[in-house]
């Protein structure tokens, strides 16, 4: 019997697990039958699934924490039973910042997140940057990262959101000065000459959760066969994609149009870590720009939902512990333990751990015995023990 479930997406890279779930069978080993549903922004597909009209979403992973927290006029309870992808997402400028930029010295060596910051902030200019949720990533760590180099944000920017698919839009129509978004529409902007890009925020936190596999709590709760069928296939796509060669294949599957429609020359980029970064055809290598399965990247570590927590808490004025505790419930690390356990996933051997303190690849006990962690870094090393903020 094959069963039918409908999952929302935003026409973005990080979407590849969903996708290629569907199109090389993954889901309906499964016994599914997965349609998948494209939306325009990140406030529809929200919508979409807190109303019931879908059963899943590749969803930003800060949002369903702020639902919980009772933010963003939406509150129904989601639960984000795996990570889709960490990383992926690009900070870029206007051609005129970017002239500016250059002209005061900066070499966008795309490794630096403290010479681009204080770049920026040296110009004086109160600027204008898209992201393209307010309770995203790109807004947490766009945030974090100005702050510690001590400009004050949110309140010296003017924030504007941007769906990832009309950002350079935005640049190219003089409304935005900068933007940090995901490919490939970071890109496109340096294929229609209208940006430059100024930095991954792999530079900003060297591990940090990007998009989650989100349900309804109640659905979850309702259907759990489905729901392990569901993170089990999203799980085996995204282990194919760290196979390799399989991200040439990708780049094909996610270029057509009802998927991102861009060429698939242009998505290899993201998959790859090769970036093109200004229309003179400047590159730049970004090893771990985006991941879908190495160091354990699709585990739901209730630490990185509890980081989140902070973040947002100290921004909106809320109960910083409360608000944690709050975040971790939405990671579900004990869903992942049961569904994935006839898998070859695997397993840490907690469910939370000290975030940014790896400088490098690490070996770390799992259930199964070891695995390896990548570098999780934050650019001004500092690190988030849970256990202590609490």
């Known amino acids: 019997m094959t069963l039918n479930i409908t999952a929302g997406f935003i026409p973005l890279v990080d979407a590849a697990p969903l996708i290629i779930a569907r199109e090389l069978g993954f889901a309906e080993e499964e016994g599914l039958n997965l349609e998948l549903r494209k939306a325009p922004s990140w406030a529809t597909l929200r919508d979409l699934l807190a109303l019931g009209q879908i059963e899943a979403a590749h969803m930003l992973s800060p949002t369903p924490v702020a639902m919980a927290l009772g933010l963003g006029g939406m509150t129904t309870r989601l639960d984000a039973l795996s990570v889709m992808s960490v990383n992926g997402n690009v900070i870029g400028v206007s ?151 399989a991200r040439t294949t990708a780049a094909e599957i996610l270029s057509r149009s009802h998927y991102i429609a861009v060429a698939p020359e242009v998505i290899d980029r993201a998959l790859t870590g090769q970036l093109v970064i200004s229309a003179r055809g400047d590159e730049r290598e970004t090893p771990h720009f985006l991941e879908f399965h190495a160091g354990a990247a699709t585990f739901p570590w209730k630490s990185q939902a509890a980081w989140i927590g902070a973040q947002i808490a100290g921004r909106m004025g809320l109960d910083r512990t409360q608000a944690m505790q709050t975040a971790r419930a939405v990671f579900r690390s004990d869903l992942y333990r049961t569904h994935l356990a006839q898998t070859s996933a695997e397993m840490p051997g907690a469910s939370e751990k000290v975030e940014g303190s790896l400088a490098e690849n690490t070996a770390v006990a799992s259930g199964g015995g070891q695995l390896y962690l990548l570098r999780d870094q934050f650019f001004d090393g500092r690190v988030f023990d849970p256990f202590a903020a609490a």
């Open 95 to 245: 051609k005129a910042l970017a002239t500016k930029l250059h002209a005061a010295g900066h070499d966008f060596d795309f490794k630096s997140a403290q010479k681009a910051g204080r770049a920026l902030i040296a110009t004086g200019q109160r600027l204008r940057i898209g992201v393209p949720f307010p309770f995203s990533m790109h807004a947490e760590l766009l945030y974090y990262w100005l702050n510690s180099l001590g400009l004050a944000a949110p309140q010296s920017l003017d924030i504007r959101t941007v769906p990832p698919p009309l950002m350079a839009q935005a640049i190219a129509a003089d409304e935005i000065d900068a933007f940090c978004v995901g490919e490939p529409w970071g890109s496109i902007t340096v294929e229609n000459d209208v940006g430059e890009l100024l930095l991954p925020c792999a530079a900003i936190w060297g591990f940090s959760p990007e998009k989650v596999l989100a349900v309804r709590h109640d659905w979850t709760e309702s259907d759990p066969d489905l729901t392990g069928r569901l993170m089990r296939a999203v799980w085996r796509a995204g282990r194919w994609l760290n196979t390799e060669g």
